[in-house]
T-cell receptor, first 113, second 115 residues
Framework: AQSVTQPDIHITVSEGASLELRCNYS??????LFWYVQSPGQGLQLLLK??????LVQGIKGFEAEFKRSQSSFNLRKPSVHWSDAAEYFC???????????FGAGTRLFVKA | DVKVTQSSRYLVKRTGEKVFLECVQD?????MFWYRQDPGLGLRLIYF???????EKGDIPEGYSVSREKKERFSLILESASTNQTSMYLC??????????????FGEGSRLTVL
């Protein structure tokens, strides 16, 4: 069965520090992979997505993610975190039909001054 | 700008009441979804619809039903609300098969409290 694991429930980083949020997936083929961000009290917004090709993908707000097939991972990174990045981040896998998205449990990011 | 609108941001209902959560999208998307979000569990799919009057059960359909009479509108119905349905409900949409990249477009959510 398809699944997505985000091992860190919450992470705290200092403003200006680098960030890496981990995501591991279980899927029979190469999936479509996504990262979404949810600010408090809001819906989810797409940060970036991977379908094929270059394994390093760039997204909005200075985020990037790297697809590593050998590790079944799709970790999200940002070189310098801003206070406005405090939010919850969800990794997601979509089947090739595009109808069913499997979400991870989410990682809540706290940013300290 | 693309938009998914959920009519009620916050609702408080009593056990046994019938609850309607409405969702409207203006992107002419074929697919619409209802998710439930709970801390530590991520988002879980309740129902989805890939066409008018069509619906498919998701992972947790028990206690819920849906209605899609028009392409732009997808309603979630709790026939008899229970306290364990207290949650955040998120509506989402996506294009039909030919244009579908898997990306979901979300509304801002409806936080339901059942007393």
């Amino acid at each position: 069965a398809q699944s997505v694991t985000q091992p860190d429930i919450h992470i705290t980083v200092s403003e200006g520090a680098s960030l890496e949020l981990r995501c591991n997936y279980s899927y029979g083929a190469t999936p479509y992979l996504f990262w979404y961000v949810q600010s408090p009290g809001q819906g989810l917004q797409l940060l970036l997505k991977y379908f094929s090709g270059d394994t390093l993908v760039q997204g909005i707000k200075g985020f990037e993610a790297e697809f590593k097939r050998s590790q079944s991972s799709f970790n999200l990174r940002k070189p310098s975190v801003h206070w406005s990045d405090a939010a919850e981040y969800f990794c997601a896998v979509v089947n090739t039909g595009g109808f069913k998205t499997i979400f991870g449990a989410g990682t809540r990011l706290f940013v300290k001054a | 700008d693309v938009k998914v609108t959920q009519s009620s941001r916050y609702l408080v209902k009593r056990t046994g009441e019938k609850v309607f959560l409405e969702c409207v999208q203006d992107m002419d998307h074929e697919n619409m979804f209802w998710y439930r979000q709970d801390p530590g569990l991520g988002l879980r799919l309740i129902y989805f619809s890939y066409d008018v009057k069509m619906k498919e059960k998701g992972d947790i359909p028990e206690g819920y039903s849906v209605s899609r009479e028009k392409k732009e509108r997808f309603s979630l119905i709790l026939e008899s609300a229970s306290t364990n349905q207290t949650s955040m409900y998120l509506c989402a949409s996506s294009p039909g098969t030919s244009a579908n990249t898997g990306e979901l477009f979300f509304g801002e959510g409806s936080r339901l409290t059942v007393l």
